[in-house]
């Protein structure tokens, strides 16, 4: 066989995929297509991918959905399959990513059980990680100044509103949580929570929500062309307020639990309108051919097997056959 088996459908291919975070680990509230049990040249991803059927005005259409911890939560944060969760979700077709993450607060303004949009990300993951499709013979340098698809935030902010508002089940319907934007995320290792001195640092560094998981998730998004957008559920306050017990598991689950209806909700409601701006083409179109002038090395000094492995997730660059057993 020369190339990738190529994934048979039930009906349409996804454009757009879903990364489950904590509290999120299936989308029960749409139709279930069929699960991929998928495998990559970076492993096999934390879950197996689940084809979904999302009913929209211009009929039914295929989302994509892999849970970042496992479908019983049993992955560590610093031990996610993050490569092959990407690859897999861009191996099949998909071109945009809509994540979710539960997220501590750092600012009195983003409470708990409030949502949170992000445009900046700081990274205080200890390089334990693997965050590169380069990692070999091929280099590659992708920019990252703006961490997340700007488009993308953009066109799902008053989509995640109107979900907000039109959900009807709102714990508080006279204090609904508030949606939040343009805020820095940052990003530690874990899986312990943070020390006081820890989190009114990163109030100093000018960080708003710090969560576990999205490094280097947003980097390979990034690596294998893909828009990526993240949203947060604000589950507590963290640790740097003096005069409060730091945050707990049992605090963080009880929020997540309540949350859980509100973000299938918002996820129904938002994964339409991102399809149908994929579909027309004309939408998220800046992380297409991001990576064409970020390859330093020449592929003839590449060896096939690693330009083979790269053309699991950039066909429109790496173009070798399946190299021949020895």
């Known amino acids: 066989m020369s190339g990738y088996t190529p994934i048979t459908f039930t009906n349409s291919a996804p454009l757009v995929g879903v990364i489950g975070g904590s509290g ?20 096999k991803p934390s879950s197996h991918i689940t084809i979904a059927s999302l009913v929209t005005p211009n009929g039914p259409v295929s989302v994509a959905f892999i849970s970042r911890h496992g479908s019983t939560h049993s992955i560590p944060p610093s031990s996610v399959p993050a490569r092959a969760n990407i690859a897999a979700l ?15 607060s750092l600012r009195e303004e983003v409470r708990p059980g409030d949502l949170v949009v992000p445009d900046q990300i700081i990274d205080r993951t200890k390089g334990i990680r693997p965050s590169t499709y380069f990692d070999g ?3 590659g340098h992708a920019m990252f100044g703006e961490p997340f698809d700007v488009q993308l935030s953009k066109f799902i902010l008053p989509h995640i509103q109107s979900a ?15 949606l939040h934007n343009d ?63 730091p945050v707990t ?7 997540l639990h309540t949350n859980a209806a509100l973000a299938k909700h918002i996820t129904a409601s938002i ?46 660059y790496f173009t070798t056959e399946k190299p021949t057993a020895k």
């Open 24 to 43: 999120l680990y299936k989308l029960d509230n749409l139709t279930i297509e069929q699960t991929i049990d998928i495998d990559t040249p970076w492993g």
């Open 90 to 104: 861009k191996h099949i077709g998909v071109k945009a990513i809509v994540a979710f993450s539960a997220v501590g």
């Open 137 to 139: 013979s091929m280099v």
């Open 164 to 178: 907000i508002d039109s959900f009807d089940n709102h714990i508080n319907p006279s204090d609904k949580p508030l």
């Open 183 to 245: 805020k820095t995320l940052i990003v530690m290792e874990g899986p312990q929570f943070s020390t006081r001195a820890e989190s009114n640092m990163y109030r100093g560094f000018g960080g708003d929500i710090i969560n576990m998981s999205s490094i280097p998730e947003a980097k390979l998004a990034r690596e294998a062309e893909l828009s990526y957008a993240l949203v947060c559920t604000s589950t507590d306050y963290d640790a740097w307020r003096i005069g409060e017990a």
């Open 249 to 255: 598991v049992e605090e963080v689950m009880k929020t």
């Open 271 to 316: 994964l339409g309108a991102v399809h149908e701006a994929v579909a027309g083409g004309k939408a998220f179109t800046s992380a297409a051919g991001g990576m064409k002038f970020s390859l330093v090395t020449g592929q003839e000094h590449t060896s096939d097997e690693e330009k083979y492995k790269l053309r699991f997730i950039l066909p429109e």
